[in-house]
C-alpha cells in the first residue's frame, strides 16, 4: 500500500443547512409504485410506500416530472407546469404526498423543465397558429429557413435524441412554413429565455410548488436555457452525456453565461421562503470549475456531479474526482453532491461491471456486450459504500439500494424511449434503467402494482432483487445500504472533512471525523486500517483482509 505523503485537506465550508449533508432519494414515478394496477406507478402508490424510505434512511425524495404531459419523453415534455397528470393522481395527491413525507420527517423535491416544453402545451399550440414574428411565436425559437425556399433548416445543430434539432412547421394556410428548435424531442420545442415573459411565467410556477410546500427544485437540462445568440454552427453531436471538456470550444447551446442570471433571480424567490428551500441543477457540463460556478452562494445550492459518476472504477481516477470536485466546491463555498446513478444512465451496478473497453453506452440490449452481474453488484456496492463516506449530500436513485441491475435484454419493440427511433436504432437509449421495481418476490408484477401489468416488461431475475427477500437479511444490498445511510448520519459524515491517508494505485483510503474509510481497487487482498470495522460492501476473506472491490469503514482509534 503506497502511504500518500500529500495528506489533503478538504471540507465543506458551508453554511449549515439540510441540503448540504443530505442523502436524496430519486423516485421515478411511473416505476416506483403503481396504486391502481395499470402499469404505470402513481403518487398515491408513492405515498403508500414512503415508510419503506423513512425505513431506509434518507432525508429527502425528488420526484420526477408527474405534470400533464403527451408522455413523449415520459414527462419531461410538460404540457401544464401547475397540475398533476391523472396518469399519475390529482393536485390532491401531490398535496397529500407533500404532506404524509413531512409526517415521516421526509423533505419533497420536484422536477422543474424549464429549457423547453411539451408541444402540447397552450403556449406552443398558439404559437403554431400564428404568424410568423407574432407575440405567440416569440416565446419558442423560431427562425426561416435557409435555401430558396427556406427547406433547410437554420444551423446544424442536433438533437440531443439524435436526428436535427430543427423541425419545419406547416403554416396556417398548409405552406411549409419556419422552422423551430428542440434540443430534445420534437415534441419538446425549446422555450425562448431572452423573453421576458418565459421569466416571469417560471417565477410564478416555482411560488405555485413552493406554496404548496415543496421544499426544493430539480431542474432540468439547467444548462441549456440560453442559446448564444448568433446560433453559430456546431458541427458536434449534441449527446446528453457529454460535457465541455477544458480546452474545447463551448458549444453555443450549452453552459452559455447567461443562465446565471435566471438562477439569481430563482434563489431571490426561495430565499423569500421560510424553510430551506432549495435548487438543484441537472447541468452537464465540465469541467469542475465550470460546474461549481451555478452553487455560487447567490444561485443553486447543489448540482449533480456528473464528472464523478462517469469516473472509471479506478483508484487514481477516483482520487482525481474527488479531489477536483471538492476543490472546485469549496472555492464557492458550496457541498459537493455525488451520484451514481439515475433515470438517464445505466444502473451502476451493471455499468462498473462492463469491461472497461468500448466506452459508455448509451442503453444496452440483446445482442450487445454483457455487464458481469456479480462483478457488477460487488462494485456497485463498493462504490456506495465510497460515495456515501465522503461529505456532502448525495442522491441514490430507486432501487439501487436492492442492488437493482440494468435491464440488459429488454426486447426492442417495448422500447420507449424517444432516443431509440430519434437514432434510427442506433442508441437504445434509458428504458433499461426505469423498470419498474420489485418489492415481493412472489406478488403480481413483483408488488409494483395489484395486477401483473408493467409499462416495461420485469425481468424474471426481479424476484430476488425484491425488498421482501433483503428485509431483514444481515450482508444484503438493501441491508447494506441501510446501515451506511444510519452510521452516516451518527458519525455526521456529510458535514465532515476529508483527510487522504493513501491515493495509490490499488488503493484509497480517507478519513472523516471518527472513521478511516479504504477501498481497495487492486487484485489482492489489503489489510484493514487499524480500529473497529463498522461496516464493509462485502465480507472480509478468512484472513481477515479486504479483497478486491470492497471498501470497509472502520472506526480509528
Ligand atoms: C434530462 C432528463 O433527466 C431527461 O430524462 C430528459 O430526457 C431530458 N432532460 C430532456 O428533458
Known amino acids: 500500500m503506497n502511504t500518500d505523503a500529500r495528506q489533503q485537506e478538504q471540507s465543506v465550508g458551508v453554511a449549515p443547512g439540510w441540503w448540504t449533508e443530505a442523502v436524496i432519494y430519486q423516485i421515478y414515478p411511473r416505476s416506483f409504485a403503481d396504486s391502481d394496477g395499470d402499469g404505470i406507478g402513481d403518487l398515491p402508490g408513492i405515498t403508500a410506500r414512503l415508510g419503506h424510505l423513512a425505513e431506509l434512511g434518507v432525508d429527502a425524495v425528488w420526484l420526477s416530472p408527474f405534470y400533464p404531459s403527451p408522455q413523449a419523453d415520459a414527462g419531461y415534455d410538460v404540457a401544464d407546469y401547475r397540475d398533476v397528470d391523472p396518469l399519475f393522481g390529482s393536485l390532491a395527491d401531490a398535496d397529500r404526498l407533500i404532506a404524509e413525507a413531512r409526517a415521516k420527517g421526509l423533505k419533497v423535491i420536484v422536477d422543474l423543465v424549464p429549457n423547453h416544453t411539451s408541444s402540447a402545451h397552450r403556449?406552443?399550440?398558439?404559437?403554431?397558429?400564428?404568424?410568423?414574428?407574432?407575440?405567440?411565436?416569440?416565446?419558442?425559437?423560431f427562425r426561416d429557413g435557409l435555401g430558396p425556399d427556406g427547406a433547410e433548416p437554420p444551423n446544424d445543430w442536433q438533437s440531443v435524441f439524435g436526428g436535427p434539432a430543427w423541425t419545419r412547421l406547416v403554416e396556417p394556410d398548409g405552406r411549409p412554413g419556419q422552422w423551430y428548435l428542440h434540443l430534445f424531442d420534437t415534441a419538446q420545442p425549446d422555450l425562448n429565455w431572452d423573453n421576458p415573459e418565459i421569466r416571469a411565467e417560471f417565477l410564478d410556477v416555482l411560488r405555485f410548488w413552493l406554496d404548496r410546500g415543496v421544499d426544493g427544485f430539480r431542474v432540468d437540462v439547467a444548462h441549456g436555457l440560453i442559446k448564444q445568440a448568433d446560433l453559430a454552427n456546431w458541427e458536434?453531436?449534441?449527446?446528453?452525456?457529454?460535457?465541455?471538456?477544458?480546452?474545447?470550444?463551448?458549444?453555443?447551446?450549452?453552459?452559455?453565461?447567461?443562465v446565471h442570471e435566471v438562477y439569481r433571480e430563482w434563489r431571490r424567490v426561495l430565499d423569500s421562503y421560510d424553510g430551506d428551500r432549495i435548487l438543484v441543477a441537472e447541468a452537464w457540463v465540465e469541467p469542475a470549475e465550470r460546474i461549481a460556478r451555478y452553487v455560487r452562494p447567490d444561485e443553486m445550492h447543489q448540482a449533480f456531479n456528473f464528472e464523478y459518476l462517469l469516473a472509471a472504477w479506478t483508484a487514481p481516477a477516483q482520487y482525481a474526482v474527488i479531489t477536483r470536485s471538492l476543490e472546485a466546491t469549496d472555492a464557492v463555498g458550496a457541498p459537493t453532491t455525488w451520484v451514481l446513478s439515475n433515470h438517464d444512465v445505466i444502473r451502476h451496478a451493471s455499468r462498473l461491471g462492463l469491461s472497461a473497453k468500448g466506452g459508455r453506452p448509451n442503453g444496452i440490449g440483446i445482442g450487445d456486450p454483457q455487464p458481469d452481474a456479480a462483478l457488477g453488484l460487488r462494485r456497485g456496492r463498493a462504490a456506495t459504500l465510497l460515495m456515501l463516506a465522503l461529505p456532502g449530500s448525495a442522491y441514490l436513485?430507486?432501487?439501487?439500494?436492492?442492488?437493482l441491475p440494468e435491464h440488459t435484454t429488454l426486447p426492442d419493440e417495448s422500447r420507449q424511449d424517444p432516443t431509440w427511433e430519434r437514432s434510427g436504432h442506433t442508441q437504445r437509449g434509458r428504458d433499461g434503467c426505469r423498470v419498474p421495481i420489485p418489492w415481493e418476490a412472489d406478488a403480481p408484477s413483483y408488488g409494483f402494482g395489484p395486477a401483473d401489468a408493467s409499462w416495461l416488461p420485469q425481468p424474471p431475475l426481479w424476484a430476488e432483487y425484491a425488498l421482501d427477500r433483503q428485509r431483514g437479511v444481515?450482508?444484503?444490498?438493501?441491508?447494506?445500504?441501510?446501515?451506511?445511510?444510519?452510521?452516516?448520519?451518527?458519525?455526521?459524515l456529510g458535514r465532515g472533512t476529508l483527510e487522504w491517508l493513501s491515493s495509490g494505485d490499488e488503493v484509497l483510503s480517507f478519513r472523516n471525523g471518527g472513521l478511516t474509510v479504504l477501498t481497495n481497487f487492486g487484485t489482492a487482498a489489503v489489510p484493514p486500517p487499524d480500529g473497529d470495522l463498522l461496516h464493509s460492501s462485502a465480507p472480509l476473506d478468512a484472513d481477515g483482509r479486504v479483497p478486491t472491490d470492497v471498501t470497509v469503514w472502520v472506526r480509528h482509534s
Open 123 to 141: 403556449w406552443f399550440r398558439a404559437a403554431v397558429a400564428a404568424a410568423p414574428g407574432s407575440p405567440e411565436r416569440a416565446r419558442y425559437i
Open 236 to 258: 458536434e453531436p449534441q449527446e446528453i452525456l457529454s460535457g465541455n471538456e477544458a480546452d474545447k470550444p463551448r458549444p453555443p447551446m450549452w453552459d452559455q453565461d447567461g
Open 397 to 403: 436513485y430507486q432501487g439501487e439500494e436492492l442492488g
Open 474 to 492: 444481515p450482508g444484503s444490498t438493501y441491508e447494506t445500504y441501510r446501515t451506511a445511510l444510519r452510521l452516516r448520519r451518527e458519525h455526521a
